[in-house]
Nanobody, 123 residues
Framework: QVQLVESGGGLVQAGDSLRLSCAAS????????MGWFRQAPGKEREFVAV????????YYTDSVEGRCTISRDNAKNTVYLQMSRLKPEDTAVYYC????????????????WGQGTQVTVSS
């Protein structure tokens, strides 16, 4: 069992930066690929970024490529999403997710989900 708790969301202005964190419980964190998803009001949840269990591979959705960086610290059981040059269209609830394979996360399939953290970007 893995429990995920996101933090770091908030209200920022367009062009600002923000770093989201996701703290995971359990001793098997380093064996899971970790991902970030987001859901804007009235829209379906969408994939944002994923990082492999070792941290050696990362993938991003096109809309955040070059503006976001996903990273992990396996010693701290934490995954991060550094976001820069934020846009109003980045406004959403951001969810952390864990799965045994990066391919599952890229398809939107996760074994575990966090409760989400709100990011609001004003214009």
């Amino acid at each position: 069992q893995v429990q995920l708790v996101e933090s770091g969301g908030g209200l920022v202005q367009a062009g600002d930066s923000l770093r989201l964190s996701c703290a995971a419980s359990g001793r098997t964190f380093s064996s899971y690929a970790m991902g970030w998803f987001r859901q804007a009001p009235g829209k379906e949840r969408e994939f944002v970024a994923v990082i492999s269990a070792s941290g050696g591979s990362t993938y991003y959705t096109d809309s955040v490529e070059g503006r976001c960086t996903i990273s992990r610290d396996n010693a701290k059981n934490t995954v991060y999403l550094q976001m820069s040059r934020l846009k109003p269209e980045d406004t959403a609830v951001y969810y952390c997710a864990a799965a045994t394979l990066t391919s599952r996360l890229r398809r939107g399939v996760s074994d575990y989900w966090g409760q989400g953290t709100q990011v609001t970007v004003s214009s």
